[in-house]
């Protein structure tokens, strides 16, 4: 493949499910820019190399830049919709704006791998940066939320999953990159639970156990589904690629949700949808029984432009 055609994607932005994932968020010292850029090169790489080397654990990962760093990291260019978090917030409904410098994203089926793959990128990175947050994902049962209703369903599938996440010639300096969202919820599991499954079902507009769609018109407006399935002004329907997984533990849990996608638009137009709702202010019920705590907005681009900066 020639990379100046078509450079290579970093794996872990389009990559299948898997059984555990590592969430790692830095932020940088000051003034360690021309140390950061071959370290976040060679941190990119380490992890494409090992998606060979463990492709039997169906190992991928990537390494995104924080919106609010990328102009200190990469001062030459700019993604052209790379924006801070669109934070937002309505009534009890908050989504509060958390940034960070560095998302290093890894998952694989084998949790050992991961654990030293992640102390190795830390040692990697040593001198450079403050680990702030790291949280450990898994699957839980057949790729459910802890909410129990199967996720990632209606994902993109295919080499869809490309046309959906990745930049083409738009941004043709871009080509291959992808406009990241992460959002830790903490799930009110308690609250949620007591509400009986027809009335959770109606809160996703999907079956829980067979996990089926409501039919159109017996869709609540307030329903998960009905908020998030947007179409733009040309009718088309506007997709991003979910790469969530449960995370968490007794004390606290909930989904590492992340979006991963070829604009910044598509996201915070559900996002804003969710949370503001329609015109007549039917919002997404689902925000009554979980709690964004963070919100978060980077950029992964190929491994060639990390390579070649
Ligand atoms: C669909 C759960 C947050 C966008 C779904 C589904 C579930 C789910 C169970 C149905 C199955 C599927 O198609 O995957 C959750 C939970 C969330 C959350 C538990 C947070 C606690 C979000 C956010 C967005 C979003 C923040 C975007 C801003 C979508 C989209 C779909 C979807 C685009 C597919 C809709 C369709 O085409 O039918 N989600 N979600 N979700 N969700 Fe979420």
């Known amino acids: ?9 970093q794996l872990g932005v389009c990559a299948e499910g898997n059984l555990h994932s590592v969430y790692l968020m830095f932020n940088a010292n000051d003034s360690v820019e021309s140390d950061m850029r071959p370290c976040v090169a060679n941190v990119a790489q380490y992890i494409y190399e090992l998606a060979d080397q463990y492709s039997d654990s169906a190992f991928n990962g990537f390494v995104a830049i924080g919106a ?27 989504a509060p704006a958390i940034e960070y410098d560095l998302f290093v994203h890894i998952r694989c089926d084998r949790f050992d791998i991961l654990h030293l793959v992640a102390n190795e990128v830390n040692q990697m990175f040593e001198g450079l940066v403050e680990l702030v947050d790291e949280e450990r994902g898994f699957r839980f049962m057949d790729a459910r939320d802890l909410t129990g209703f199967v996720d990632g ?10 046309e959906v996440a990745l930049i083409g010639e738009e941004d043709s300096r871009f080509k291959g990159g992808s406009y990241i969202h992460v959002q830790k919820f903490a799930h009110n599991l308690s609250k949620w639970n007591r509400l009986p499954v027809k009335k959770q079902e109606d809160v996703i507009g999907r079956t829980k156990a067979d996990n089926i769609e409501y039919a159109s018109a017996d869709k609540p407006l307030t329903s998960h589904i009905k908020r998030v399935n947007l179409k733009d002004s040309e009718g088309k329907s506007m997709e991003i690629l979910r790469q969530s997984m449960p995370y968490g533990s007794v004390k606290e849990q909930g989904l590492m949700f992340i979006s991963t996608c070829r604009n910044s638009v598509n996201f915070e137009k559900m996002l804003e949808s969710m949370v503001h709702g329609d015109s007549e202010g039917n919002h997404d019920h689902l925000m009554h029984f979980t709690q964004a705590l963070t919100g978060s907005s980077f950029f992964a681009p190929s491994l060639d432009f990390m390579i070649n900066a």
């Open 1 to 9: 493949m020639d990379s100046q055609v078509m450079p290579r994607e």
């Open 153 to 162: 369903t209606e994902n993109p599938k295919g080499r869809s999953r490309q």
């Open 68 to 94: 609010n760093y990328w102009d200190t990291l990469y001062p030459s260019a700019r993604p052209e919709q790379l924006k801070p978090f669109p934070a937002m917030n309505k009534g009890t409904r908050d």
